[in-house]
């Protein structure tokens, strides 16, 4: 294979896995900490959700320690353990993806849930809300684990995908297209 040829692939390449991390020119990144993925300056997460069964109620991203114990403790109890917790919740855009940014304290590993809530109640309804992680894992009928929200985070902007995941019937959760 000749050597411009390989490089035309590489570039390609290359092109086709940032498309699938990074929201497009003209999406706008959203949510309080949107400053954060925009100016470039980190450490950062900009999770680009995808998927998503509608645009009702509200979107939000929560960052937990990377351990059992507090992965999807409420936010009052970590807290009042002196325990890292940020949220960040935002209104679904009109179409499209939701690039949402959340900003991290240092670089290092993180747990990192996606909600839909779309019901607007502020607290999950297995019936109606979608969920989801990094590791973009079928959820299916069991508690979420944690092997699949863990994330890792470097100094500058850390970029990840989500899809949605909503109750399908009997199997549990599971994505919409």
Request: include cysteine; hydrophobic fraction near 40%; glycine fraction near 12%.
């Amino acid at each position: 294979m000749a050597q411009g040829t390989l490089k035309t692939i590489c570039i390609v390449a290359t092109a086709a896995v940032l498309a699938t991390v990074a929201p497009t020119a003209t999406a706008q990144v959203l949510g309080s900490d949107a400053a954060a993925c925009t100016s470039g300056q980190g450490p950062a997460i900009l999770a680009t959700v995808t998927g998503l069964k509608d645009r009702e109620g509200t979107l939000k991203l929560e960052l937990y320690p990377p351990n059992e114990k507090d992965f999807l403790a409420g936010d009052d109890d970590l807290a009042r353990e002196g325990k890292f917790f940020r949220r960040v919740t935002i209104t679904p855009p009109a179409s499209g993806d939701a690039p949402i940014c959340i900003r991290v304290p240092r670089p290092g590993r993180y747990a990192l849930f996606f909600g839909h809530d779309r019901d607007g109640k502020r607290k999950f309804n297995f019936w109606s809300d979608g969920a989801g992680f990094p590791s973009n894992h079928k959820i299916g009928r069991a508690r979420p684990k944690l092997v699949d929200a863990l994330i890792d985070v470097g100094p500058g902007i850390t970029r990840t995908v989500i899809r949605a995941q909503y109750l399908r019937g009997l199997g549990g959760f599971g994505f919409m297209r």
